[in-house]
């Protein structure tokens, strides 16, 4: 009779759960089938503008990861290599970038089963200086396609 009186008392303890569990209403959210905005200050996916990169590498140096590979392939051209599949969004090579060009967006869905939608390959023009030889890059898109030969024969900016 002791065997049943305890299994009762089990019962009642986990019909108490239950009811107490549906007096509270639903506590998850609805996602995946409804929009999920992030909190501010979220660092999702990393986005690059490869118009403001200039190819300093100090996004490399800093990323913990190793999500960033510079190499320099000719003299006048630096090659920048983004493994994004590495990433843990710690967001050390947005507060290095001095021009901005990377940032953490709110995206945080990104999951793939094509490996190259995790790679980006930048390749950054290295204007040299004509007195010392050190590389720059031309301030000006302008000045970018005059120094890069787009304008042979044309004069103006600096050319």
């Given at each position: 009779m002791t065997d049943i009186g305890?299994?009762?008392?089990?019962?009642?303890?986990?019909?108490?759960?239950?009811?107490?569990?549906?007096?509270?209403?639903?506590?998850?959210?609805?996602?995946?089938?409804?929009?999920?905005?992030?909190?501010?200050g979220f660092r999702g996916k990393i986005t690059l503008d490869p118009d403001l990169c200039f190819g300093c590498g100090g996004c490399a140096?800093?990323?913990?990861?190793?999500?960033?590979?510079?190499?320099d392939s000719e003299q006048l051209q630096r090659t920048l290599e983004?493994?994004?599949?590495?990433?843990?969004?710690c967001g050390k090579c947005q507060e290095v970038c001095p021009e901005g060009a990377i940032r953490?967006?709110?995206?945080?869905?990104?999951?793939?089963?094509?490996?190259?939608?995790?790679?980006?390959?930048?390749?950054?023009?290295?204007g040299p200086c004509q007195r010392?030889?050190?590389?720059?890059?031309?301030?000006?898109?302008?000045?970018?396609?005059?120094k890069t030969g787009f304008r042979e024969g044309l004069r103006g900016g600096r050319a």
């Open positions: 305890e299994e009762v008392k089990v019962f009642l303890s986990k019909l108490r759960e239950a009811l107490i569990c549906l007096k509270a209403g639903r506590v998850t959210l609805g996602y995946p089938f409804t929009p999920h905005e992030p909190q501010p140096n800093v990323c913990p990861a190793g999500v960033i590979v510079v190499t983004f493994f994004w599949r590495r990433c843990t969004y953490l967006s709110q995206q945080f869905e990104t999951a793939t089963n094509a490996p190259q939608d995790m790679f980006m390959r930048l390749e950054v023009f290295m010392c030889g050190r590389c720059f890059t031309p301030p000006t898109a302008l000045d970018r396609m005059m």
